[in-house]
């Protein structure tokens, strides 16, 4: 499959909102209820925060495109990433992989894999040495893709209830970028 990975453009909001809530649908569907994954308000409160594109300094967010069916641009994928954000732990210094999410259809083509290697030279090229990322504990797929990548889980645990009121343990894990 032909693709590119650029910078994410405003243009760009409606298609990040797509494949997040895809990949939500698909990836986390033994952990989330449907009721959550597909209540009223699931898809237009993620469409309403990307097409709001307002974001923190440091915020980054990049894309994978490719043609879809009919030969317009698709987003097949992106990430968002920066500084770590706080989780009370005040600022780092280490950067941190905020969202990653590539279209159900396309796990396992290379994409993630190639958004990965982009989003870490990112990093890497705004001075982070180390990075983190959040993955729920019951994402067997999402961890077992970031530990082929060389991340680690560090042992930091917390719950992640940020959409819903459903409460979820997740894991931190670590990077050396340098």
């Known amino acids: 499959m032909t693709f590119e990975i650029r910078p994410a453009h405003r243009e ?4 990040i909102t797509d494949a997040q809530v895809a990949a939500w649908r ?3 569907a033994h952990v ?3 009721s959550v994954l597909y209540a009223d308000d699931f898809d237009s409160t993620r469409r309403e925060f990307w097409n709001a594109w307002r974001f923190a300094p440091g915020h980054r967010l990049s894309v ?3 043609p879809n069916d009919d030969g317009a641009e698709r ?3 992106f990430a968002s990433y920066g500084p770590e954000r706080e ?3 005040g600022f780092t210094g280490r950067g941190e992989v905020w969202a990653f999410y590539v279209q159900p259809d396309l796990w396992g ?3 993630a894999s190639a958004l990965m290697d982009h989003t870490e030279t990112r990093l890497r090229a705004e001075g982070f040495d180390v990075a983190v990322l959040w993955v729920l504990d019951d994402n067997p797929r999402g961890r077992r893709f970031y530990e082929k990548h060389g991340w680690q889980a560090s042992g930091i645990e917390a719950d992640f209830d940020e959409y819903c009121e459903v409460r979820v343990p997740e894991v ?6 340098a």
């Open 26 to 28: 698909a990836g986390y």
């Open 172 to 177: 931190e894990y670590r990077k050396h970028l």
């Open 109 to 111: 083509t290379g994409i």
């Open 87 to 89: 989780r009370a732990r």
């Open 64 to 66: 994978a495109v490719g």
């Open 75 to 77: 987003v097949l994928g």
């Open 32 to 34: 989330f209820p449907e």
């Open 12 to 15: 760009d909001a409606d298609g």
